[in-house]
């Protein structure tokens, strides 16, 4: 895509929410939570214990023809010597709002207005969580309250952008026809620039910057989901063999399916192996609940690419078991414990990632 026509799409999502701007929301309801995480890593030195925490506020007023979304978001600061920064797969409620010295802050990281009725279907425009609208599952997209480890929140093998601008259309299905998912976005998000800034983020023509373009189609009943999806990224990439104008782009499936107490979800993805280090991606996570109370088993594998000639290296496993105990209304505790062989597909011997045990404690309450 040209320069000229990112730098059109920035201005269509700026002008268009700015004029809806003026029409005033006629019911404003809230929602969110806050999360605590406890972490230790066993005979893992010089990894620092750590405690994080996470707040989130959504609020939501019709206006028009549709709906504004506003969420706020806010992390405290990541320890440089803590678990979630040694081990980056196994904390992915840790850093989703950091400045660029990794302290803790407030942002907001959407703020959008979805069109309910187009001839398309539900088109929401401004500034978007891509990752919001593809590859997702029933059991294992919700760090807050589900399993904790980052692969299986969202599937690693896709490049999606952090919050960014950008489109989405979803056409709910009709009858036979699937449900359809559509993304066009900026591909550099708030976190993915140096220094995490609404001013480099609406930015979109600066060297190197691409879109992001995935697209899913859905199945869904009340036993089985089906997903499928496309995705590309065609920021600049430098690919394993020096050239540095490679796209990456990639292929997803999600399954699952729900039994009364029981639940399955089995995860899938394909990304190009010219860039990307994580080619391949494998998951499979089970849910039991009972009286309000989960216990929630998963196993995922990332395959590194066969043209990643680094020493060192090799596919990272990564294993989770959680149990969640509901207190009283919106408000859970969840223990857990992760074993991760090659976190970042590390396999020196003397380096801390190359096998670790995690042990977690998460108190989160949701209104």
């Known amino acids: 895509m040209t320069v000229r026509y990112r730098a059109d799409l920035a201005a269509l999502v700026l002008s268009a929410v700015s004029a809806l701007a003026a029409g005033p929301a006629l019911a404003i309801d809230f929602s969110g939570g806050v999360t605590v995480v406890g972490l230790h890593a066993f005979d893992a030195v010089p990894v620092a214990d750590e405690v994080t925490a996470s707040a989130d506020l959504f609020a939501t007023g019709r206006a028009g023809a549709g709906e504004w979304l506003l969420y706020i978001e806010g992390n405290t600061a990541i320890d440089e010597r803590g678990v979630s920064t040694t081990f980056a797969e196994v904390n992915a409620d840790a850093g989703t709002a950091l400045d660029p010295d990794r302290s ?100 979109v023509d600066a060297r190197g910057r691409g879109v992001f373009v995935g697209i899913g189609a859905g199945w869904e009943s009340a036993v089985d989901l089906v997903r499928l999806g496309a995705w590309a990224n065609t920021q600049a990439h430098e690919s394993f063999d020096g050239r ?33 280090r994580a080619a391949g991606f ?8 009972f009286h309000g109370h989960a216990l929630g088993l998963g196993y995922a594998r990332t395959f590194l690419s066969a043209n990643e000639n680094a020493a060192d290296l090799d596919d990272t496993s990564h294993f989770e078991v959680y149990l969640r105990l509901a207190l009283s209304r919106g408000l859970h505790v969840t223990t857990s414990m992760q074993r991760v062989v090659h976190s970042s597909f590390v396999t020196d011997t003397a380096d801390p990632r190359r096998n670790v045990t995690v042990m977690a404690l998460r108190l989160h309450y949701g209104f």
């Open 244 to 276: 540095e104008s490679a796209d990456n782009y990639g292929v997803y499936a999600v399954y699952g399916r729900s039994m009364g107490a029981h639940g399955l979800s089995l995860r899938a993805g394909l990304a190009n192996d010219e860039v990307a």
């Open 104 to 203: 803790g802050r407030l942002q907001i990281s959407e703020l959008n207005y979805r069109f309910d009725q187009s001839p398309v279907g539900a088109v929401t425009i401004g500034l978007i969580d891509p990752s919001g609208y593809l590859d997702r599952t029933r059991l294992t997209n919700d760090e807050n309250v589900q399993f904790l480890g980052v692969p299986f929140v969202n599937n690693p093998t896709i490049e999606f952008p952090d919050y960014t601008l950008g489109v989405a259309v979803q056409r709910d299905r009709d009858g036979a026809a699937p449900e359809v998912n559509v993304v066009v976005a900026a591909s550099n998000g708030l976190a993915d620039n140096p220094n995490v800034s609404y001013g480099q983020l609406i930015d």
């Open 282 to 289: 494998t998951s499979i996570a089970y849910r039991y609940g």
